[in-house]
Structures are given as C-alpha cells and as structure tokens.
C-alpha cells in the first residue's frame, strides 16, 4: 500500500520542508512491526515525486496486544490502502499533514502546487462515479484504474492546484470512507480529528451526510444535523443491555455461555446478573481471550467471574451441553450460510440449552446507513426481517423450542431496527 505525490512547477523543492524529509536520505520507521519507508525518485528544481509505502507484517496484526486485531478472518485489509495504512503513515506525515514545519518554511504551508497523488490499491465497493464524486467537488481531476475485471481493487490518481496540507487532510478524510471499514475504536477523539482536518470544506461538500456517516457510523456518533456528537450509548451497548435485561427475566439463568465472546464484553456485564453460577466466555481467538482475561480480572462486585473457555462452533465440545443459556451475538453472519445447518442442529440438538439468544443485523436497516453493501467485510450475509424468522424457524427442526423476535436500537418506520434477535425457549421451560 502507498502513496506517491508528485509536483510540478517552480519552487517544489519547498515540499521537502513541509514534509521535513531529506531527499538524500531513505526515510525507514518500524511502526507496530510494519515498515514504513519514504522515499525521493524526482528532486529537481521543477519536478519533485515522493512515495510513502508501507511493507505490512500480517502476523503482526494478530500475534500480540497491541496489534490490529481486526477480525478472525482472513481479509485484504493489511495490503489495502485503508484506515490501517493511514495509522502506519500518520507519523511520517504529521509535519506536512498539521501545517507545522520549521519556522523558516511557515510560508510554504499556504502555498498551492501542481499536485499529482497516486494511492491504492483501494479496496472499494463504491463505483467510480461515487469515488469521483467525493474528490471533484474539492477541485481534483480523478482517474481511476482498476486492478481486476471485478473493479474492486483500483488506483486512484488525483490531480489538482492545492496546498499540501488540504491535499493530506483530504485523504485522511476519504480514504477509511472509501475502505468502509475502520480498524479502531471510533470515539470523541475520532469526531475532534475529523472535524479539525475537515474544517473550511467538510461542512460544504455535496456528499457530507455520506462521508459523516460512513466516517462515524459504527459508534452512532453522527445525527441527521450532520454534526458529529457522541451518543449515549452506541449499538453495541444496546444489544449487550437488552441481552442481559433478557437473561435477567428469566427462570433459569444459573449457567451461561457466550459463543463467540470474543474481548469479553458482554460476558463482562452477564457476570453481574443476580443468580449466575457459571459463565464460559467461549472464543477461538487467543488474542481476544488474553484481552478478555485482563477485562475480567478488573472485574468487582460480581455473582460470577467469568471462565475464558478456548472453543469454536465447529467443534463439538460436552462442557457446553444443557446449559440454562447459550448467547450467540453478532456470530452466525461471520459464518458461510451452507454452514450454519450443522451448527444450529449441534446447539439446539446436542448442547440442547433451555434458552438459545442469537443475534444479527437486519439487512433492511443498511438503508438509513445509506449502503450498498453489508456493514462488515467480513459478514458472509445479512437477513432481511423476514428472511431471518423463516430461517429461525427452519432451524427448529423438533420444535422443541418456542421462538420469539425483536429489534435493538433505533426504529425506523419501514426498514425496523438495525440489530434482530431470536430467542430460542425450549417449550418445557415455558409450561
């Protein structure tokens, strides 16, 4: 993944001051175990070019704490030039991308030059139009090269008469609403940095309520005033608080398991219910459990500290049979629907619970989000409403269990809630 800026004209050797990068020097930084190296090929009184790219470590990303632990799956994002690559390249770029190089070279900083920016591969689901459409408007000439037939993986090539600065706040704007996808927690800190590099142009461009949303989505930090602004609570607590409040209502709750419980956050909040016995956070990942021991040993005041328990729904494991409570939340779309048959038949057949939560997101609400896609990269689908009951339902083979619906978060009048529930009773438990 990189970037290469590219100038023409007089006085483009000022760049090196704003970058504050010797030419004759290789500039060459491990950050978080990838290597970072900047790079001089053109330096000349009228022509300058300069690539920034980034050699990714892909076991770093999933072999310590501190690493980006993004998802368990394999994906393309350590090549692609996203929200990662941002991260990697942010302190190399911090003098240019903060207007702030020595005093001597001050001047330069609201000097506009003729810019040329190549960077990718980009890992997109937006058409070109759409693509094109958030650069243009700021003044860029947009050309676009797709790598594969599918135009998934394309280059783009911005040209434009800017400031290096805007040019840089502009991309590190864009590029993660491109990607879709953000790496890391997207908090208050998340709002100020884009507000800061969107100042004098985020609030005027055509497409502000796309690139707010699709910047701060995840966290529900965005309002329809497209004013970014925390929420008091973000959809992943919601769905953790109503799948406790659930639990809490009842008969049986002595012994639960949350499949898939990966950092421990729900489990974290499942150990103060009044009446647990057992709780197993149940997770693959050895990485997310480490996390979640930490999270857990931090824990006061509980009815049960919860058991890291090493597990995975492809495996048959007899400590997880006839538990009171089995939670499966935001799991089931990260697995190939050809096979969830057997994992539904080995948690409703052979681990039996007396009460089986499952939650997924409702496929219909992507549209308040604006999206033409799914809402994680690594979601193998993503049910309508219906869609998801008629499933539910195929799945209670015996019918033994009674089966009952709801949504989480926000209700929307045509397309209901962005997260859907099943809970799964077993039909005893209910006489």
Same mark, same amino acid.
């Given at each position: 993944?990189?970037?290469?800026? +590219? ?18 020097? !290789? ?30 470590? /892909? ?17 393309? +994002? ?20 903060? $207007?702030?190089?020595? %005093? ?29 459409? !958030?650069?243009?408007?700021? $003044? ?35 590029? =993660? ?28 461009? =055509? ?52 499949? $898939? ?10 150990? @103060? ?10 997770? =693959? ?7 979640? !021991? ?13 058991? /890291? ?5 492809? @495996?048959?494991?007899? +400590? ?17 629907? %050809?096979?969830? /048959? ?58 033994? @269990? ?30």
């Amino acid at each position: 993944m990189q970037l290469t800026i +590219r100038a023409k004209g007089e006085n483009v050797k000022a760049i090196s001051y704003l970058l504050s990068k010797n030419p004759n020097n !290789l500039y060459e930084r491990r950050v978080r175990e990838h290597l970072v190296r900047l790079v001089y090929h053109e330096f000349t009184e009228t022509n300058l070019g300069v690539t920034i790219f980034v050699t990714p470590d /892909p076991l770093a990303l999933v072999q310590n704490d501190n690493a980006l632990d993004i998802t368990h799956y394999i994906n393309d +994002r350590e090549f692609a030039a996203s929200s990662i690559f941002l991260s990697l390249i942010r302190s190399a770029l911090g003098t240019a991308l903060n $207007g702030k190089p020595k %005093e001597e070279y001050t001047e330069w900083v609201l000097h506009s030059f003729a810019f040329e920016f190549e960077v990718g591969p980009i890992a997109s689901t937006m058409t070109n139009k759409e693509i094109s459409d !958030l650069f243009e408007p700021l $003044g860029y000439t947009v050309s676009i090269e797709a790598i594969h037939h599918q135009q998934r993986a394309r280059f783009l090539t911005l040209s434009a008469d800017i400031t290096l600065q805007q040019a840089l706040q502009h991309l590190f704007v864009l590029i =993660p609403v491109l990607d879709d996808y953000k790496h890391y927690f997207i908090d208050q800190l998340e709002v100020d940095k884009l507000n800061r590099y969107g100042e004098g142009w985020l609030a005027t461009h =055509p497409m502000k309520e796309v690139i707010y949303k699709k910047a701060l989505r995840f966290s529900h930090l965005y309002d329809k005033s497209t004013t970014a602004k925390p929420s008091t609570s973000s959809l992943n607590t919601l769905r953790y608080e109503k799948i406790v409040e659930t639990i809490k209502q009842l008969p049986r709750k002595s012994s639960i398991v949350d499949l $898939g419980s990966g950092e421990g956050k729900l489990s974290s909040l499942l150990a @103060y219910i009044e009446g647990v016995e057992e709780l197993l956070a149940v997770e =693959p990942s050895e990485i997310a459990m480490k996390k979640a !021991l930490k999270r857990f040993e931090a824990l006061e005041g509980v009815s049960v500290s919860p058991t /890291p328990t090493w597990g995975s729904l492809f @495996y048959y494991d007899a +400590r997880l049979q006839h538990k009171d409570v089995i939670v499966l939340c935001e799991v089931i779309e990260h697995i190939d629907e %050809e096979r969830l /048959p057997k994992i539904m038949s080995l948690l409703l057949t052979q681990y039996s619970p007396q009460t089986l939560i499952l939650t997924t997101p409702n496929a219909e609400y992507n549209k308040v989000y604006e999206l033409n896609t799914m809402r994680h990269n690594d979601h193998r689908f993503e049910w309508t409403r219906e869609q998801f009951q008629k499933w539910c339902s195929a799945m209670n083979t015996h019918e033994q @269990y009674e089966l009952s619906f709801t949504g989480i978060g926000d209700q929307h009048e045509l397309y209901g809630q962005p997260t859907q529930m099943c809970i799964f009773r077993k039909k005893e438990m209910i006489l």
